[in-house]
């Protein structure tokens, strides 16, 4: 494994990822996949003994148990990623594929075709998943990956890292193809930030601390991904057992994650009769609430909620509730402490539905689910490097599809201008 020390120039490791990129294109990137896959499970043991020692030491720390649950591995979870990169393989292939195509009055015929971005940065926190899905995914799309995983992911992404490197060397690869900026120095962070044509792509993902200093400093081209201030709303004729299973759901399954739920919002004609129960079954969960004036009159034991709930992504067992007046009010909030994720609205009025996808401003918008299904893998794209929350080139979960880009092959008999 490529080992970054502190006094180390960067730029030879994005150089060894450059020319490892090349031709990986043309490479047989299917069977290396699977390779990887074998590799994970064969060193499962060594890889759970790693993670073990990033987990205690966490814990030792006080960590919060959400944020210790992303971070954990188990034999499932790393069968689940094996199985996951697996998918990979089996993914058409997002190469070489003509996008349009059409001949000028000229003669020259005109096509677009997609092909590799070439070496892409991933900057991400805690969740050793990523370090596999991220390389998988840009090894499938034809790129050479650079990881910067969090310090307390270190012991696990190194022993990934190395086992995926095996792989690719067992498979003819070259090793360089996946490379971990093995070193918990933040100044490394920022020169990955600035290598403008060494680094051809920056993917955050984390918080919104590590993603705002990734997008305020990245001199890379970026693609913005995954702050989760997700909203459920109550509406007025809502089938209420359906919305007190989907904010429990939303909330509760696993509330470290971007696409958790982080407020409630009630529709005032369904308050007094919602807000009670669904409140005490997600206070018997755990879940610390958040809530307005109007909410604590139906559910008083609530803490009171202060503006900077409504902006807050907890990744906790925390939830901010308010009541609003009707439908305008919530897709108002929404669109203001919204982080552009997925929202959801629980409805039996189709017209109040459409309403709600049309106008709130989100990557994902829900009708009568969860917003947990926010999630590549979930949407049949084999896995996600990410969530996209902007609105250039990507936007909600990111697949394959997104981890290309595109060039025109112009073909011509000798035609001037």
Same mark, same amino acid.
């Given at each position: 494994?490529?080992?970054?020390? *502190? ?12 020319? &490892? ?5 043309? &490479? ?21 003994? %790693?993670?073990?020692? @990033? +987990? /205690? ?35 058409? @292939? ?98 990955? !930030? ?26 890379? *081209? +970026?693609?913005?991904?995954? +702050? ?19 904010? !429990? ?26 807000? *009670?129960?669904?409140?005490?079954? #997600? ?5 610390? #609430? ?20 409504? %902006?807050? /992504? ?11 007046? @009707?439908?305008? /009010? ?12 997925? /929202? ?52 909600? *979960?990111?697949? #394959? ?9 112009? @073909? ?6």
């Amino acid at each position: 494994m490529a080992v970054v020390k *502190p006094d180390v120039n960067l730029s030879e490791l994005f150089d060894r990822a450059r020319r &490892a990129s090349r031709g990986l294109a043309r &490479a047989e990137r299917n069977a290396t996949l699977l390779a990887i896959a074998d590799e994970l499970i064969a060193h499962s043991q060594e890889i759970l003994s %790693a993670n073990t020692l @990033d +987990v /205690e030491a966490e814990r030792n720390k006080g960590t919060a148990a959400s944020l210790l649950d992303r971070l954990t591995l188990n034999v499932k979870r790393l069968a689940d990623i094996a199985q996951a990169v697996r998918l990979i393989a089996a993914l058409p @292939d997002p190469l070489q594929r003509i996008q349009d195509g059409w001949q000028l009055d000229n003669g020259l015929r005109i096509k677009k075709m997609t092909v590799p971005f070439g070496v892409i940065g991933m900057i991400y926190e805690s969740r050793p998943n990523v370090t596999v899905d991220a390389a998988s995914l840009s090894l499938k799309a034809g790129s050479a990956a650079i990881l910067r995983g969090s310090a307390n992911a270190l012991n696990s992404n190194r022993v990934l890292v190395r086992v995926m490197r095996q792989a690719l060397t067992k498979a003819g690869l070259p090793a360089d193809v996946i490379q971990l900026i093995d070193s918990p120095e933040r100044r490394l962070v920022t020169e990955l !930030l600035e290598a403008r044509g060494k680094v051809d792509l920056v993917i955050p993902r984390g918080g919104a601390s590590l993603i705002n200093h990734v997008v305020q400093n990245a001199k890379v *081209p +970026v693609i913005e991904t995954g +702050v989760g201030n997700c909203h459920v709303f109550v509406d007025s004729s809502a089938k209420l057992k359906h919305a007190q299973e989907i904010i !429990l759901n939303a909330k509760v399954q696993r509330p470290g994650v971007c696409n958790s739920a982080e407020t409630l919002l009630v529709h005032q004609d369904v308050a007094e009769t919602f807000l *009670p129960d669904a409140l005490a079954a #997600l206070s018997e969960q755990g879940v610390e #609430l958040f809530a307005c004036e109007r909410s604590r009159q139906f559910y008083p034991q609530a803490a009171v909620a202060s503006e900077a709930d409504w %902006a807050t /992504e907890y990744l906790d067992f925390k939830l901010a509730v308010r009541v609003v007046n @009707d439908l305008d /009010e919530a897709i108002d909030h929404i669109n203001q402490y919204g982080s552009q994720h997925s /929202e959801a609205i629980v409805t039996e009025s189709l017209e109040n539905a459409r309403r709600f996808q049309d106008e709130v401003d989100a990557a994902a918008v829900y009708v009568n689910a969860s917003t947990r299904f926010t999630d590549g893998f979930v949407f049949g794209f084999g896995a996600e490097i990410g969530i996209s929350t902007q609105k250039l080139h990507a936007r909600g *979960p990111m697949g #394959l599809a997104e981890m290309v880009t595109h060039k025109y092959l112009i @073909d011509g008999q000798g035609q001037i201008r």
